[in-house]
């Protein structure tokens, strides 16, 4: 990837904290003015040791202005060919130095005192490896009340993850080796890697909660990516699929993944019935074979990797 003069810029130091410095990634394609909000969000952090590195998906619009912004700012710039948020904020990882990772969407903005407050969440707690906070919801001008499954909450949460997502990867701190064991974020999803990593995660770790809302998250713009890939739920099914061929996961995590993997391949196969769309036979099928209990998930695997690309 191209790197910018302040790739590995120096970090805004509060001398708080020492050695437990936060990387924080911003990964943006286009969307210049709410980018530029991001990154002031994140630059008027204060109580955190922090670097930040932003990443342009490679951006069609002229993105002088953050990149000026951000090199100003004697912070990290990194710009990669179009790829998708999850190979960008993986890019941005691999160039971080701190033993933290957060990061921040570009279309959302953080609190003050968001990062403080995690630090001290962790520090409290040294055996947990990854915190989040609560998110104020905005859809274009107007606040609004998160669904109560997508409300963020700590402990054991596995189980919810198999039916949503229930870490925002703009409210998250975590630790930056736990990122690299997991293998960062699924490159091959277009959508839903963040339901795909966290899925992951919450399998073997607890999530810490700070329970302030310190996240300002926006929707409804009209480049989201949910609009521009219909039938998300093939992208969760292909990674509650791929969480089922791991051989450790316990008895009742594996019977919570197929009941979610099931229930998801039926709702695809109605929608898709619903449009007239040929793909519901095969999603009928993909119900059928995890229905079996016995089927090879290589096999299921297989064929829904090949829908990914494919017609809704």
Not at 11 to 37: H, K
Not at 53 to 68: K, Y
Not at 191 to 197: A, F, I, K, M, R
Request: net charge neutral.
């Amino acid at each position: 990837p191209e790197r910018g003069s302040g790739a590995r810029g120096g970090s805004a130091s509060s001398g708080q904290n020492p050695g437990l410095m936060i990387s924080v990634v911003i990964p943006f394609f286009n969307r210049i003015e709410l980018t530029r909000r991001a990154v002031g969000s994140v630059l008027h952090q204060a109580g955190a040791d922090f670097e930040l590195i932003v990443v342009d998906d490679g951006s069609t619009e002229d993105p002088g202005p953050i990149r000026e912004l951000v090199e100003q700012a004697r912070q990290g710039y990194l710009r990669t060919p179009n790829r998708g948020p999850g190979p960008a904020r993986n890019a941005g990882a691999r160039n971080a130095s701190g033993r933290l990772l957060a990061f921040l969407d570009s279309d959302d903005l953080w609190m003050p005192g968001k990062l403080e407050r995690q630090l001290a969440c962790m520090r409290a707690q040294p055996r947990l490896r990854l915190c989040q906070c609560r998110e104020i919801w905005f859809r274009g001008e107007r606040r609004v009340n998160p669904p109560s499954r997508h409300e963020m909450s700590e402990g054991d949460l596995f189980g919810r993850s198999c039916q949503a997502v229930c870490i925002s990867s703009s409210s998250v701190v975590l630790d930056a080796e736990l990122f690299g064991e997991m293998g960062g974020f699924d490159e091959k999803l277009l959508v839903c890697e963040d339901y795909d990593l966290w899925l992951r995660v919450c399998r073997a770790h607890r999530v810490g909660l700070v329970p302030e809302r310190l996240v300002v998250k926006h929707g409804g713009h009209e480049d989201q990516m949910s609009r521009r890939y219909p039938a998300m739920d093939r992208f969760r099914l292909y990674a509650l699929v791929k969480l089922l061929l791991q051989a450790d996961l316990t008895v009742e995590q594996r019977e919570r993944a197929l009941e979610s993997a099931v229930e998801k391949a039926r709702i695809l196969a109605a929608g898709a019935a619903g449009k007239g769309r040929p793909s519901a036979a095969a999603y009928r099928q993909f119900e059928a074979w995890l229905r079996e209990s016995g089927p090879d998930p290589a096999r299921v695997l297989e064929a829904l990797a090949e829908r990914l690309g494919a017609e809704p």
